[in-house]
């Protein structure tokens, strides 16, 4: 396939105001990401989040040259190609390590590198080199000459400064692939001066070889299968990079925009041209009948296979049967894991060539069956293979405990706790927390070692929410629709909202799972019924003065349940059970759907449970601003609940501070953040695993530990414990990315441990100390606190009757954590006798007096006048 003709660098801080998208640029295929110590944590969760929309070439230069784990990490979650200084390209040659030599360029031109350097370093690899300055582009061509090119297969050039359009051109006779400012580039034909259109140089890099000047298109689906065949031109390739949707050219109508009386539209997932340059692959999502006139889904008859078994399992999903097998194990996931566990059994037992066809075909008939009902799609699959395959630290691949042999003959370790790995041995791939001793370092630097990830970059996040909120609260359904098929992936949703009475099939759990929530449901049901005022707060200032306060609920609430990294169907109980409690006239959440349109099972039976009107199938910042403004489905809320990532938290602070909505929020909920206090007397293990509990939510979550006067050894023994307990998570790649920005302060006394944390003011602090209970008096600041060494912070998350959404951010200096008084207002009133305007009267005409504010004084002694007139 031949290199992408541009590699669009998208500007995340000032996105382009030319109606370029990160979605048309997506379709590229390439995206070119400059990833320095600030945006690192951004581009951490960015790349899984987009893998497979995106191909992402990364320059990693200038993150720090002594260390490569961060180069490592971004491989690991699916960065394509990595530019690295010389440096950090001596520490990425490291056998331990499976990189391809095509993932790695080397960057020259920065630094003070010489040509020496540079050539030796290359001489006997097949590395790429990456220019990052148009100086140095006569120097490569000459390097090229003298030592062509067939064993460097790409030479990617970057302008720091903005070439012109005749520079671009001119490079690109060199066969050069080239990286392009985000901010020159445009989508729309009426395009302004100096701007290039994205069309335009995508197919300059074609050539035709018809004599219409038109490009030969194949059309597949998400998992290459062709669906027909098409022609573009330079036209109808930038309307489609505009649209997101298939358009083409007709060779008698002219542009064709596929599905437009039909109904059977495509949403654009890329285009790639072949090795030559005169063909175009455009992979797309076909919606409605098929591509074909004849309403099948190919022009080439009925499909077969994997994807057929797919849609069909998809349509059941929808619309079984009664009586259809399918349909009976959609609804008992017990019986569909006893068959794959089965089927999977038969297939290690055949031997012959037709039974292991036949068995394979039985495990990957229920597998896909399982997959289906959890909204995956084999797309999914394939995504979720190449991302392993970019993996360049390998697990060992070892078998769970019972299903080796030789695991059986082990005695068994601790669940908890699987043996250390001696740091010394893999030192590189270590997931290990910075470690600092307070009494070596100043208070700044304290400061600057606590600093939260996510508050480094909050102008990109503004940047990418403010557009968010102003479309929802222009266009209602129609833009919260949109973000959620592209920001959620479920390109088939139609609508966004699920109103009560919910459907029955929607709210099937497992007995288990129904007994669990009951059980949390009624803990946090006390917990917070318990928060009730009992009566009136009623006082009588002074004789014949009587004023009173009294609760009212909040009428509508919004409550957000976070979905993205994973689902969080206790944040629904924890949002909903007291909104009941207080009383809350109307309960509406809102949650990412997934993938197939559907929302969790267990959401929608506690929404259920909790009396929620509606379900908003959406998330992050059109989620927030769909609840703060109403659309034409969701109604008007005026309290903002819930936490979630970056984008919900400042959209939430964006409509709550937005006066036209009306709106007020919790607080500010963000990443989780754990904050440990442990000393000798904690068990290492326990420690480990609570600082992990945290760290698995996101990789911008961040824990601490603050350890008091711990030897050496004890360090070293929580060290040994969080990693080998994080390599055995399968959310491993999220807990790195977490840990990489979390520390362990080493302190002297239990006295400093409290000052550090009540700086800090942690959403969860852990206390892991003697004499926990009598420390508690020392917390100034902290969301909620866990005491001792049987009070894992997950308790609380779930079941014990606390509440969960809790202040991030250092927010807890101000904040409370969700409890019964965030769902109520207080109304104050006044009640006076005539005695008690006789005994106030006289202050409050002074003081009106001296506000010079006449009205106010006369509204008293109109009445005083009164009482004495008529005595
Ligand atoms: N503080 C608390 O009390 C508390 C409680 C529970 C969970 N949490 C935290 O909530 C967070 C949940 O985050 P999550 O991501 O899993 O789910 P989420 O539901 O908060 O966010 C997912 C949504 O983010 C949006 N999004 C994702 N990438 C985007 C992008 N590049 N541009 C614009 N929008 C984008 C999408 O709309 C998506 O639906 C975690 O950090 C977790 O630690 C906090
Ligand atoms: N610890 C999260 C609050 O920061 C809540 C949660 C939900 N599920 C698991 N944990
Ligand atoms: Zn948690």
């Known amino acids: 396939m031949a290199a992408a003709p541009l590699i669009p660098a998208y500007d995340f801080v000032a996105p382009p105001a030319t109606g370029l998208s990160t979605a048309s640029i997506s379709h590229l295929s390439w995206v070119f990401l400059v990833v320095t110590s600030n945006n690192y944590a951004e581009a951490l969760e960015f790349i899984p989040q987009?893998?497979?929309?995106?191909?992402?070439?990364?320059?990693?230069?200038?993150?720090?040259?002594?260390?490569?784990?961060?180069?490592?990490?971004?491989?690991?979650?699916?960065?394509?190609?990595?530019?690295?200084?010389?440096?950090?390209?001596?520490?990425?040659?490291?056998?331990?390590?499976h990189i391809e030599d095509d993932r790695l360029i080397l960057a020259i031109g920065k630094g003070n590198k010489t040509r020496e350097d540079f050539e030796n370093a290359i001489r006997n690899t097949s590395l790429g080199v990456f220019v990052p300055d148009v100086t140095d582009v006569g120097f490569v061509l000459g390097w090229l000459q003298?030592?062509?090119?067939?064993?460097?297969?790409?030479?990617?050039?970057?302008?720091?400064?903005?070439?012109?359009?005749?520079?671009?051109?001119?490079?690109?006779?060199?066969?050069?692939?080239?990286?392009?400012?985000?901010?020159?580039?445009?989508?729309d034909s009426g395009k302004e001066e100096g701007l290039l259109s994205v069309g335009e140089i995508y197919s300059s890099a074609l050539k035709s070889d018809r004599s219409d000047g038109l490009f030969t298109t194949l059309v597949v689906d998400e998992l290459g299968v062709a669906l027909g065949l098409v022609y573009s031109s330079k036209e109808s390739i930038n309307e489609s990079l505009k649209t997101g949707a298939g358009v083409y050219q007709s060779r008698k109508r002219g542009l064709w925009y596929k599905g437009a009386t039909s109904g059977a539209t495509q949403e654009l997932v890329k285009i790639d041209m072949d090795c030559d340059g005169d063909c175009l692959r455009f992979t797309v999502r076909q919606k409605g009948k098929g591509f074909c006139h004849l309403e099948t889904r190919t022009c080439f008859g009925v499909s077969s296979g994997l994807g057929a078994l797919e849609a069909t399992l998809k349509s059941r999903l929808g619309s079984a049967p009664e009586g259809s097998y399918t349909a009976r194990l959609f609804k008992d996931p017990k019986l569909l894991r006893a068959k794959i566990m089965e089927e999977a059994e038969e297939l290690c037992e055949a031997t012959s060539k037709d039974d292991v066809a036949w068995e394979a075909a039985d495990l990957l008939y229920f597998a896909l069956t399982k997959c289906v009902s959890a909204g995956v799609g084999l797309a999914d699959i394939e995504r979720n293979l190449d991302a392993k395959s970019l993996k360049v630290v390998r697990r060992k691949g070892d078998a769970k405990g019972e299903r080796t042999n030789e695991k059986k003959e082990q005695s068994t370790p601790t669940p908890s706790a699987p043996a250390p790995v001696s740091q010394k041995e893999e030192s590189k791939d270590r997931i290990e927390m910075k470690r600092y001793f307070a009494s070596e370092i100043s208070p700044e630097e304290l400061e600057a070692v606590l600093k939260r990830p996510s508050q480094k970059s909050s102008n990109m996040i503004m940047g990418i929410v403010n557009p968010i909120i102003k479309a929802v609260k222009e266009e209602g359904d129609k833009a919260l629709l949109g973000?959620?098929?592209?920001?959620?992936?479920?390109?088939?949703?139609?609508?966004?909202?699920?109103?009560?009475?919910?459907?029955?099939?929607?709210?099937?759990?497992?007995?288990?799972?129904?007994a669990a929530i009951d059980l949390s449901y009624e803990n946090i049901y006390k917990f917070h019924a318990a928060q009730k005022e009992?009566?009136?707060?009623?006082?009588?200032?002074?004789?014949?003065?009587?004023?009173?306060?009294?609760a009212r609920p909040v009428e509508r609430v919004?409550?957000?349940?976070?979905?993205?990294t994973a689902v969080l169907p206790s944040t629904a109980l924890m949002l909903g059970v007291p909104a009941m409690v207080a009383g809350c006239k109307t309960i509406v959440f809102a949650s990412p759907p997934r993938p197939d349109g559907s929302i969790t099972p267990e959401i929608v039976y506690i929404a259920h449970k909790v009396g929620a009107e509606a379900i908003v199938l959406a998330g992050g910042a059109q989620a927030v601003a769909a609840l703060a403004y109403g659309t034409e489905s969701v109604p008007k809320v005026d309290k903002i609940l819930g936490p979630g990532n970056q984008f919900v938290t400042a959209a939430k602070m964006v409509v709550s501070n937005d006066t036209g909505a009306t709106v007020s929020i919790d607080m500010p909920a963000g990443p989780s953040e754990v904050l440990v206090i442990a000393d000798k007397t904690s068990n290492p293990a326990f420690v480990a695993s609570d600082l992990l509990s945290q760290a698995e939510h996101g990789v911008d979550s961040q824990v601490v530990l603050i350890a008091v006067d711990m030897s050496k050894e004890m360090l070293q023994d929580i060290d040994d414990q969080l990693h080998a307990q994080a390599m055995a998570l399968p959310r491993v790649d999220i807990v790195r990315g977490a840990i990489d920005h979390s520390v362990t302060v080493v302190v002297d006394s239990i006295e400093r441990a409290f000052e550090v944390s009540n700086l800090y003011a942690p959403e969860h602090l852990i206390l892991q100390i003697q004499d926990a209970k009598a420390c508690v008096e020392k917390v100034q600041n902290a969301g909620s606190v866990f005491i001792g060494p049987w009070t894992p912070e997950s308790v609380g998350d779930y079941s014990a009757g606390v509440n969960h959404s809790l202040p991030t951010y250092g927010y807890a200096k101000q904040y409370s954590g969700v409890n019964l008084a965030t769902y109520v207002k207080h109304i104050t009133s006044s009640e006076l006798s005539a005695e008690g305007l006789q005994n106030l009267g006289n202050a409050v005409m002074d003081l009106a007096a001296v506000e010079g504010l006449d009205a106010h004084r006369m509204a008293v002694k109109i009445r005083l006048d009164h009482m004495k007139t008529s005595k």
């Not at 014949?544 to 306060?549: I, N």
């Open 146 to 187: 003298q030592y062509g090119t067939e064993n460097r297969p790409s030479v990617y050039i970057s302008f720091k400064a903005t070439p012109t359009l005749e520079e671009v051109l001119e490079l690109m006779k060199v066969d050069a692939s080239v990286v392009i400012n985000s901010k020159d580039l445009t989508v």
């Open 483 to 514: 973000y959620t098929q592209k920001f959620d992936r479920c390109p088939n949703l139609e609508s966004t909202v699920l109103k009560a009475p919910y459907p029955e099939g929607l709210m099937t759990i497992s007995p288990e799972v129904k």
């Open 534 to 550: 009992a009566k009136p707060l009623e006082v009588e200032t002074m004789p014949g003065v009587k004023c009173s306060r009294f």
């Open 558 to 564: 919004g409550l957000y349940i976070p979905g993205g």
């Open 50 to 97: 987009n893998f497979g929309l995106f191909n992402f070439l990364i320059d990693a230069s200038s993150l720090p040259a002594d260390d490569a784990s961060q180069i490592k990490a971004l491989l690991n979650v699916g960065a394509s190609k990595v530019i690295t200084s010389l440096e950090q390209l001596e520490l990425l040659r490291d056998p331990k390590l």
